[in-house]
């Protein structure tokens, strides 16, 4: 059975980072690519970053380009997400999400259930 | 600017209805569209992709159609445990890697 927990969210204030980690089990995690999507409160959902299975290729949604890396470390079977220069927009539920092929460009077909980041002084 | 519109943005209808859900594309996207429905508090499930693929596990009162910048979900007897908000998601490489629509609410009347 496919799993994805995202662990690391929390309160932080404007300025400051945090670390996201989504470990996953159930599947050959360095054959898919992962992604991380944000859903703010009562919005609609957020692409943010996307890694190929090999962990060489990021991708960045432009909302957060320049203030967040992606990574991966597939020995631990874990996907983290690096937020720096935190802003009050950026509060929201972070879901990690498993890509259905090994490629960076294919749907989302398995998701965790979400870790809340809330930005505020 | 690339963006995906869905319509309507609520709806509600009653047990045993048939549902449509329409998702635009500003530009054309062949079909690599998908849909996802999201129940409060949890994570989206992976309904439909390629537009008209039913992923494993999920009824087939849920179907999708289309291609190039027009496509629709239909449930084609609403049941209680339907109730969530439905998002379309194109997954081409460009115009943007990912992009959602906005969401269609789906209540029982």
């Known amino acids: 059975e496919v799993q994805l927990v995202e662990s690391g969210g929390g309160l932080v204030q404007p300025g400051g980072s945090l670390r996201l980690s989504c470990a996953a089990s159930g599947f050959t995690f360095s054959n898919y690519a992962m992604s991380w999507v944000r859903q703010a409160p009562g919005k609609g959902l957020e692409w943010v970053s996307a890694i190929s299975g090999g962990g060489d290729t990021p991708y960045y949604g432009d909302s957060v380009k320049g203030r967040i890396t992606i990574s991966r470390d597939n020995s631990k079977n874990t996907l983290y997400l690096q937020m720096n220069s935190l802003r009050a927009e950026d509060t929201a539920v972070y879901y990690c999400a498993k890509v259905a092929v090994p490629i960076v460009y294919g749907r989302f077909d398995y998701w965790g259930q979400g870790t809340l980041v809330t930005v505020s002084s | 600017d690339f963006q995906m519109t869905q319509s309507p943005s609520s709806l509600s209808a009653s047990v045993g209805d048939r549902v449509t859900i329409t998702c635009r594309a500003s530009?054309?996207?062949?079909?690599?569209l998908a849909w996802y429905q999201q129940k409060p508090g949890k994570g989206p499930k992976l309904l439909i992709y390629?537009?008209?693929t039913l992923q494993s596990g999920v009824p087939s009162r849920f179907s999708g159609s289309g291609s190039g910048t027009d496509f629709t979900l239909t449930i084609s007897s609403l049941q209680p445990e339907d109730v969530a908000t439905y998002y379309c998601?194109?997954?081409?490489?460009?115009?943007?890697?990912?992009?959602f629509g906005p969401g269609t609410r789906v209540d029982i009347k």
């Open positions: 998601q194109k997954y081409n490489s460009a115009p943007r890697l990912f992009t």
């Open positions: 390629a537009a008209s």
């Open positions: 530009q054309g996207i062949s079909n690599y």
